[in-house]
């Protein structure tokens, strides 16, 4: 069955950092690209980050230079490691595969306030 478990967020000051896992079941990442989205209140969901099978990594400009995504293949997770906060980053995190989708995970919400 497949199943994508977010965590890793929490409150953190502007300038903060937090380190997001994703936990994949029922695939390998060995064989898909993955990818990170958030949603922020009122808005649509938006893709930030996405890592090939061949670890190449892209990212939306609004986070570029302060996110990098990673994978463990062997642990079948995916990690986003956030730095340099911003109050605009405030949003549910999200992964999934780049394609084809699967069923979303809960997210895991990460608010920059201070």
């Known amino acids: 069955q497949v199943q994508l478990v977010e965590s890793g967020g929490g409150l953190v000051q502007p300038g903060g950092s937090l380190r997001l896992s994703c936990v994949v079941s029922g695939f390998s990442l060995k064989d898909y690209a993955m990818a990170w989205y958030r949603q922020a209140p009122g808005k649509q969901r938006a893709l930030v980050a996405t890592?090939?099978?061949?670890?190449?990594?892209q990212y939306s400009d609004s986070v570029k230079d302060r996110f990098t995504t990673s994978r463990d293949t062997a642990k079948n997770t995916v990690y986003l490691q956030m730095n340099s906060l911003k109050p605009e980053d405030t949003a549910v995190y999200y992964c999934?595969?780049?394609?084809?989708?699967?069923?979303w995970g809960q997210g895991t919400q990460v608010t920059v306030s201070s």
């Open positions: 890592i090939g099978t061949w670890d190449i990594t």
């Open positions: 999934n595969r780049v394609f084809p989708l699967v069923g």
